[in-house]
């Protein structure tokens, strides 16, 4: 059953029954309550005077009352969440990856990590222009081969010098570069 209290009174509407109960303001007017039938047609409408308190079964666990998790629009049910369900999180962006064939890469204001796989031969990221204050940019060595990573400083200093970094180590690294407005350049952590 499906319950419906409305002041003293309860009215009910047998489960699976292809009922729906459905609360309307008309034109600003008091809340109406209807049961209606599968075909549409209103079976019982009733004129609301204070507060409404809907009921509903007891649900398996782990279940969401939700429209479907894909496809066409459709009437709620309870279910399982899906990926689809949530939105993305604020501020995770999946790393750029980039390898020799896209070298040099110019880094985006969108790019929080960077994953750089030296294998193929040397490889240049170019830091934007025109950073903001605080920008953190993470780039991570994923490949072991000695071949040089360049990150060239685009007009701006890095660590205070006039000069690009470059690593030709053989070990699998990462540095995080923070853009100072105030200290005039990026700097590595």
């Known amino acids: 059953m499906l319950s419906v209290l409305r002041g003293n009174s309860l009215a009910t509407a047998p489960q699976n029954s292809g009922k729906a109960i459905i609360i309307s303001l008309p034109g600003g007017a008091v809340p109406l309550i209807s049961f209606v039938e599968s075909d549409g047609t209103i079976f019982s409408t009733t004129t609301l ?29 309870f279910r399982t969440l ?52 605080g920008r953190i940019l993470n780039i991570k060595r994923t490949t072991t081969d000695g071949n040089q990573l360049t990150v060239a400083r685009n007009g701006k200093n890095i660590e205070g010098a006039a000069v690009n970094f470059t690593d030709a180590t053989a070990a699998l690294m990462a540095w995080q570069f923070e853009y100072s407005n105030t200290l005039a350049g990026w700097w590595i952590l």
Request: aromatic share 4%.
């Open 49 to 77: 005077n204070g507060a409404v308190t809907l009921s509903l079964l007891a649900q398996a666990k782990n279940l969401i009352f939700a429209g479907p998790g894909t496809g066409a629009n459709a009437v709620p049910t």
């Open 82 to 133: 899906v990926a689809s369900d949530l939105p993305a999180p604020l501020g995770l962006v999946p790393p750029t990856i980039v390898a020799f064939a896209q070298s040099p890469y110019a880094v985006l204001a969108t790019d929080q990590t960077i994953l750089v796989d030296t294998s193929g031969g040397a490889v240049i990221l170019t830091l934007e222009a025109a950073p903001a204050d």
